[in-house]
């Protein structure tokens, strides 16, 4: 198993967007993230939601060094075992279990669990995690919800993720509570389907240089 990445501050402040990743074909995940990283984009969220995506992480942690691969949609303490197992750096789950939080914790790993409301962030914090994703960001209020939950909760640290676009990025990388977003744009499966990496870097340059104000 590789080193944790040194700290979920730490990925969260490598780049202004986290591609959430969906790997179909296994051939797909070093190009693509040889793509995301040439266009300035290290950070790779490769979610465990196809049968490939552990072989995908396994398959980036080895070829692409300057990538620092990490696992989403970890569900359970067994996805986190299998996700180190595979080489990622840190996990990411779409929303939280007490078990999930205290097998992160127990096990070391840099970790950004799911939280969609302020209960449920209230739960994280009291597992010891500050840095939160919030999921699924737009239905689930958005730029405002995010103003809102910063006045009895300032010390929290949001990745907001869901139906963030590149128009919408900006409101939320403005925000005081916001380190990074997350979003599929950067690795869309038509691109990645047709082996346009050269799209995809593009996608990553563009990406790289929101809240630059370039
Ligand atoms: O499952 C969805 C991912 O979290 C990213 O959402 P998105 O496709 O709206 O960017
Ligand atoms: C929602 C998300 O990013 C995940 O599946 O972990």
């Known amino acids: 198993m590789k080193a944790a990445f040194a700290s979920i501050a730490e990925v969260m402040k490598s780049g202004p967007v986290m591609p959430v990743i969906v790997i179909d074909r296994l051939d797909d995940a070093v190009p ?8 300035g984009v290290r950070v790779l969220e490769v979610t465990l939601r196809t049968p490939v995506a552990l072989d995908a992480i396994a398959a980036i942690s080895e070829a692409v060094p300057d990538a620092i691969v990490g696992a989403g949609t970890i569900l359970n303490a067994h996805d986190l075992k299998t996700a180190g197992e595979a080489g990622a750096r ?40 500050a ?8 239905p689930a209020g958005g730029v405002q919800m995010l103003k809102a939950i910063a006045g009895p909760l300032p010390q929290l640290r949001f990745c907001p993720t869901g139906g963030i676009s590149p128009a919408t990025a900006p409101d939320f990388l403005s925000l005081a509570n916001v380190d990074c977003i997350g979003g599929s744009w950067l690795a869309p499966r038509q691109l ?16 790289s240089q929101l809240g630059s104000g370039v």
Request: charged share 15%; aromatic share 10%; no cysteine.
């Open 192 to 207: 990645v389907e047709a082996g346009d990496w050269a799209a995809i870097t593009a996608l990553a340059a563009q990406a």
């Open 32 to 39: 693509l993230a040889r793509a995301l990283v040439a266009g």
């Open 131 to 138: 840095a939160l994703k919030f999921f699924p960001a737009v």
């Open 90 to 129: 840190f996990g990411v789950s779409p929303g939280a279990t007490t078990d999930l939080l205290r097998a992160a914790r127990s096990n070391g790993w840099t970790f950004l669990p799911g939280v969609m409301t302020p209960s449920e962030a209230m739960k994280a914090v009291a597992e010891g995690f």
